[in-house]
């Protein structure tokens, strides 16, 4: 490379044959490609080459950038395009089991799109309020299948164009549905019968736990509404029953009847026959309201009763059975009148 001749280095004015020498020395040195010495730059995915004299750089392709499994964007999301966006799709069974306000999807299920508040509930698209149904009349079919099923007061029927009364058709509970009508469409006629869409929705079980008393009506449960032997001494709390709550007439409670020619204390709620004489029967201690004993004693007259520390209609005394084949029950009330009898 030339030598370039500068005032500072020479220490004193140029003159015009040294300028003239620096403009010759600095066309011949000018810097060409061949002396450019590239490197390639890259970060991340962005990247910086060269080639025959041209520099390209290549952005990193965003897709890369957004999460694909997960993940949280921030800021508003626009899409410029003419295409569709494809959201969740999935039955009933794969919704979210801690779904959150704002959640949107398509049900595969129920073939409709979905979103979550407080409850799942459905967002319009994917199926029409109204299902139209045409057929043409060929003057003597009177039965038209329907798509689906339908509701007779559900529907709206034209021939050409004209509605018709409920009255001149029928619609079965089929599913699909049938219609019927009382004459035949002429030949030719246009039939359009609109059916408005039936949604059903099933109430499941409660689950365990989730019904309180609040939830029930005062007076709704009655005894009709519980099952034969389903209330248990488990299912009733304690000293929840008190004298307040008892029927003032005696609960029915089926007796064991037991013969003896022996002395012996009965228990509560049995039958005593008492085949020999001389006999006592002694009554149950410390009986409760409602307790029966009830003694038959043969052909003799001597047979007591001993109270056993209760009275008998209000004495304080034994009773002797003074009569044969007498068959006396014994109830007892309360401390007062103790045992009586009947």
Same mark, same amino acid.
């Given at each position: 490379?030339?030598?370039?001749?500068?005032?500072?280095?020479?220490?004193?004015?140029?003159?015009?044959?040294?300028?003239?020498?620096?403009?010759?020395?600095?066309?011949?040195?000018?810097?060409?490609?061949?002396?450019?010495?590239?490197?390639?730059?890259?970060?991340?995915?962005?990247?910086?080459?060269?080639?025959?004299?041209?520099?390209?750089?290549?952005?990193?392709?965003?897709?890369?950038?957004?999460?694909?499994?997960?993940?949280?964007?921030?800021?508003?999301?626009?899409?410029?395009?003419?295409?569709?966006?494809?959201?969740?799709?999935?039955?009933?069974?794969?919704?979210?089991?801690?779904?959150?306000?704002?959640?949107?999807?398509?049900?595969?299920?129920?073939?409709?799109?979905?979103?979550?508040?407080?409850?799942?509930?459905?967002?319009?698209?994917?199926?029409?309020?109204?299902?139209?149904?045409?057929?043409?009349?060929?003057?003597?079919?009177?039965?038209?299948?329907?798509?689906?099923?339908?509701?007779?007061?559900?529907?709206?029927?034209?021939?050409?164009?004209?509605?018709?009364?409920?009255?001149?058709? @029928?619609?079965?509970? &089929? #599913?699909?549905? *049938?219609? !019927?009508?009382?004459? %035949?469409?002429?030949?030719? $006629? +246009?039939?359009? /019968?609109?059916?408005?869409?039936?949604?059903?929705?099933?109430?499941?079980?409660?689950?365990?736990?989730?019904?309180?008393?609040?939830?029930?009506?005062?007076?709704?449960?009655? @005894?009709?509404?519980? &099952? #034969?032997?389903? *209330?248990? !001494?488990?299912?009733? %709390?304690?000293?929840?029953? $008190? +004298?307040?709550? /008892?029927?003032?007439?005696?609960?029915?409670?089926?007796?064991?009847?037991?013969?003896?020619?022996?002395?012996?204390?009965?228990?509560?709620?049995?039958?005593?026959?008492?085949?020999?004489?001389?006999?006592?029967?002694?009554?149950?201690?410390?009986?409760?309201?409602?307790?029966?004993?009830?003694?038959?004693?043969?052909?003799?007259?001597?047979?007591?009763?001993?109270?056993?520390?209760?009275?008998?209609?209000?004495?304080?005394?034994?009773?002797?059975?003074?009569?044969?084949?007498?068959?006396?029950?014994?109830?007892?009330?309360?401390?007062?009148?103790?045992?009586?009898?009947?």
């Amino acid at each position: 490379m030339s030598t370039i001749v500068t005032r500072a280095g020479k220490g004193s004015p140029l003159t015009n044959n040294e300028i003239d020498s620096n403009f010759s020395n600095l066309n011949t040195d000018k810097l060409q490609v061949a002396d450019l010495s590239v490197t390639t730059a890259s970060s991340g995915s962005n990247s910086l080459t060269y080639s025959s004299g041209v520099f390209t750089f290549t952005p990193q392709d965003i897709s890369t950038l957004l999460p694909k499994s997960g993940g949280t964007m921030t800021g508003a999301l626009v899409l410029n395009n003419t295409g569709s966006v494809k959201v969740s799709a999935g039955t009933t069974a794969q919704r979210e089991s801690s779904p959150s306000a704002g959640m949107f999807r398509y049900n595969s299920t129920e073939g409709k799109f979905e979103g979550y508040t407080t409850e799942w509930g459905e967002i319009g698209g994917g199926a029409s309020d109204l299902l139209l149904n045409q057929f043409t009349g060929d003057g003597s079919d009177v039965t038209f299948t329907l798509s689906g099923a339908a509701v007779e007061n559900n529907t709206l029927v034209y021939l050409d164009g004209v509605y018709q009364s409920k009255s001149n058709y @029928t619609v079965s509970n &089929a #599913d699909p549905a *049938v219609v !019927t009508f009382s004459t %035949a469409p002429a030949s030719g $006629t +246009a039939i359009e /019968i609109m059916v408005a869409a039936i949604a059903v929705t099933n109430i499941g079980t409660p689950a365990d736990n989730t019904v309180t008393t609040a939830k029930i009506v005062n007076n709704a449960v009655t @005894t009709l509404k519980i &099952a #034969d032997a389903n *209330v248990t !001494t488990a299912k009733i %709390a304690d000293d929840a029953v $008190t +004298a307040a709550t /008892i029927a003032s007439v005696p609960i029915s409670v089926g007796i064991t009847t037991v013969v003896t020619s022996a002395s012996v204390t009965a228990t509560v709620n049995t039958h005593v026959y008492v085949s020999a004489a001389g006999r006592t029967i002694t009554l149950p201690a410390s009986p409760t309201i409602g307790q029966r004993v009830l003694v038959t004693v043969g052909n003799f007259t001597d047979t007591v009763v001993g109270r056993n520390g209760s009275n008998i209609m209000s004495s304080a005394s034994d009773f002797t059975m003074d009569a044969a084949y007498l068959s006396i029950q014994f109830i007892y009330t309360d401390a007062t009148q103790g045992w009586v009898m009947s």
